[in-house]
């Protein structure tokens, strides 16, 4: 439903791209501004196929640095492709911020953290299909949500949200085969 909305927002039928089996929009509204695709692709722990990763932004990058500097609204969607559940899911979250950050940054965002953490517990059980959303929202935050209902309240710091984008597009990433194909080179 939630396409389907966005797709009249456009003014027109979204198209959709296929990313590990689930279907996600090729462009969205974000704080009244329409982002693209600037890449998408699978995670994959050993063999098994995690989750489905689509990054939005305003205009292509294709460095970890170009993304993270990107200024305005800012989204990622993450299908579920397996059951999994909300607490695993935050801590996977927790580890990869953790990877990627140091301990002086992550000290800026204590609260944010604690906050970022609580959200996924309200996740009982995740299924295949479910999609968790995350956009930067200029004057706003960190905005999450899980199958379109809010999950937690805003996040303030764009930093933050950049902490979460290096789950991906850090220095260690957790799929080095993601990487490039959030960078759309893959």
């Not at 944010?112 to 706003?140: E, H």
């Amino acid at each position: 439903m939630a396409g389907l909305g966005l797709a009249l927002g456009l003014g027109g039928a979204a198209q959709a791209i296929e990313v590990g089996g689930l279907k996600f929009d090729d462009t969205v509204r974000v704080a009244g501004k329409e982002l693209k695709v600037n890449g998408a692709g699978v995670r994959t722990r050993i063999v098994v196929k995690v989750y489905s990763l689509v990054l939005y932004l305003p205009e292509k990058k294709d460095t970890a640095a170009g993304v993270l500097e990107t200024q305005g609204p800012r989204r990622f969607s993450l299908g579920l492709l397996r059951e999994v559940t909300g607490d695993d899911l935050g801590q996977a979250f927790m580890a990869g911020i953790t990877a990627n950050t140091d301990k002086a940054e992550r000290s800026k965002y204590v609260n944010q953290l604690a906050q970022f953490g609580d959200a996924f517990v309200s996740i009982p059980q995740g299924k295949k299909g479910d999609v968790i959303t995350v956009d930067w929202v200029p004057d706003t935050g960190t905005v999450m949500t899980y199958n379109g209902k809010p999950l937690g309240e805003p996040m303030k710091d764009v930093n933050f949200y950049n902490a979460i984008l290096k789950i991906w597009l850090g220095d260690k990433p957790v799929d080095s085969s993601l990487k490039p194909q959030l960078l759309g080179k893959g």
